[in-house]
């Protein structure tokens, strides 16, 4: 009686020592490879080992990699974070946003858009007043407001303009975080000209951290408009 190669095969699975009770038959095997070269069963199995072992080598660079790329990102939002938290005012918080966020992460727009229903200085470099209509219901930032989770990748020419005005031709990748604690002050606008630098299915943790920490320091340096 033959026996089917998928007899075979189901034999050689169940019974994984076979080769080991009959070591000369795995120097005789041969078996096919992309080439159309025949090999020993031998040679192919190291071939194998070799292949995972570069391919988990690969692995283990790629998560020593992004392990590196968090510790870097998660000082310098301890150093972000720590600085907002010893800001006097909105003059100490508009260089925070400068030094620690701006030249910190190398984001070349950094804008915290304040509702008008607070008072905020011509003066500031990095901070502007918004129309608080913008953003309620019906406005042109409600969405970023409403819906919690910050806008980020390449927004719509509308919602960048809305974002950064006459910037918004150069601003091809953007994020933004609303700052929203059990009040809303406003939006923080990052930018950047890499489309690719901000993307909608990276992750938001850090982007998370700072927008807390924005929304939590806002209520004691901002003074409501007359």
């Not at 072992?53 to 690969?58: A, H, N, S, V």
């Amino acid at each position: 009686m033959s026996l089917t190669p998928e007899q075979v095969a189901d034999y050689l699975a169940a019974n994984p020592e076979f080769f080991s009770d009959h070591p000369e038959l795995v120097r005789s095997l041969k078996i096919p490879t992309e080439t159309g070269t025949a090999i020993s069963l031998v040679e192919y199995q190291l071939k194998q080992f070799r292949e995972h072992i570069k391919t988990l080598e690969r692995e283990n660079d790629h998560m020593i990699e992004t392990a590196r790329i968090n510790s870097v990102l998660f000082e310098k939002t301890r150093s972000l974070v720590l600085a907002l938290l010893d800001a006097r005012d909105l003059d100490d918080l508009s260089v925070v946003l400068d030094e620690k966020l701006a030249n910190g992460f190398h984001i070349p727009w950094v804008l915290l858009l304040l509702s008008d229903q607070f008072v905020v200085p011509d003066s500031l470099q990095l901070i502007r007043p918004i129309a608080r209509t913008a953003l309620l219901e019906g406005g042109p930032l409600a969405a970023a407001v409403s819906e919690k989770e910050p806008w980020i990748g390449r927004l719509t020419q509308a919602r960048r303009e809305a974002l950064f005005a006459d910037d918004a031709g150069d601003v091809q990748s953007c994020a933004t975080l609303a700052l929203v604690r059990g009040h809303t002050y406003g939006l923080l606008a990052l930018g950047h000209p890499d489309p690719s630098h901000f993307q909608s299915n990276q992750d938001t943790l850090f982007l998370d951290h700072i927008g807390e920490a924005l929304a939590m320091i806002l209520p004691r340096l901002l003074t409501v408009a007359d």
